[in-house]
């Protein structure tokens, strides 16, 4: 704060006047606590030499300039200040003025300005924010906002608050952004966009059938957008081992956990090795599944021996039992 007794020698010498204040009718301030030089024109009493910004007395007038009067100014508001207010936040600083002479308009209309915030600041922060909660890797994502996404921010001296309004990630996103300043909330504002997750993953290498079972010649790890695919990836082919398609795949694209299931081990329209057991006496036969099952479910079989299929239990690989006979 400037010692008062050094402004009082500033504004009165004599007993007369050494300072008038000029007030400005409208100004526009980009930050949200004004000070004297901002709102009014400082200039020397007559005679003095004292002029706003040089003169004998320049760097007093510097110090008069740095005077808090208000704030925070919020944006979308105008503040209007008299001579009185004025006269209030100079006593604040511990002055008397009564010597100050007035000039200029009665009072001044104080504005906070606006700029539109760009777009590739606001883009790099919703990364951030998708990054910080999911755990991805900031390089590995990429956005495009949805038009229009026009947000207002004051000036240079605000803060954003991004929340990404879903719990997981997806192709299609929105997020609430909050703009404050000087501790303020001054709104909220909801934006879409798209995302882009840049990842290793197992393709297809060419299109691929429903009921396919998985093999390395039908495959091939690139980067790919993952969320173009049904769900989670696979980005081995160790996670795919043993598996088969449950619908098809066309070339170039991720190949989704979800997409998969393990291969049965018996297969519809296929051979299979049946044993009819009946107490002490065992009986080994081919048949041929009507269904897909795994080791043990029961699936429906044609055998030599019967003129109607007949219920196997699934013991291993194309094999299984018939329990209580035919």
């Known amino acids: 704060m400037i010692p008062a007794q050094l402004l009082s020698l500033i504004l009165t010498a004599g007993g007369h006047s050494v300072v008038s204040l000029s007030l400005k009718p409208a100004v526009s301030l980009d930050t949200a606590y004004p000070v004297l030089g901002d709102i009014a024109v400082i200039s020397g009493g007559a005679g003095q030499g004292f002029t706003g910004g040089g003169g004998a007395l320049g760097d007093d007038y510097m110090r008069l300039s740095e005077i808090p009067v208000g704030g925070p100014l919020l ?3 105008t503040y209007r200040f008299g001579r009185a207010e004025v006269q209030y936040y100079l006593r604040q600083s511990g002055l008397e003025v009564p010597a100050i002479k007035w000039d200029g308009a009665p009072r001044v209309a104080i504005s906070r300005e606006q700029k539109e915030l760009k777009k590739s600041r606001l883009q790099n922060r919703v990364r ?3 990054a910080s909660k999911f755990g991805i890797p900031l390089e590995s994502l990429e956005l495009s906002l ?3 996404a026009e947000i207002s921010v004051p000036g240079d001296e605000y803060d954003l608050d991004i929340q ?3 719990p997981e990630l997806h192709k299609s996103m929105s997020a609430l952004v909050s703009i404050s300043s000087a501790g303020r909330l001054i709104r909220k504002q909801r934006i879409k966009f798209t995302v882009s997750f840049w990842k290793l ?4 290498a060419t299109d691929i059938r429903s009921n396919t079972e998985i093999s390395d010649r039908l495959l091939a790890r690139k980067t790919v957008d993952v969320l173009l695919a049904r769900g989670e990836v696979a980005s081995s082919l160790t996670e795919l081992a043993g598996t088969r398609l449950v619908r ?3 070339a170039g694209q991720p190949i989704a956990l979800q997409d998969v299931e393990p291969v049965p081990a018996v297969i519809k329209s296929r051979e299979v090795q049946v044993i009819y057991a009946s107490g002490m006496i065992a009986i080994k036969m081919k048949g041929l599944a009507l269904e897909d099952g795994i080791i043990g479910e029961t699936v429906m079989v044609a055998i030599p021996t019967s003129d109607t299929p007949v219920t196997m239990k699934v013991t291993g690989e194309k094999q299984g039992r018939i329990e209580n006979g035919v």
């Open 146 to 148: 949805a038009a229009p």
């Open 75 to 77: 944006p979308g508001r």
């Open 201 to 204: 993953a197992m393709t297809a």
């Open 164 to 166: 990404i309004e879903q």
């Open 128 to 130: 951030g924010a998708i």
């Open 248 to 250: 098809p795949v066309r």
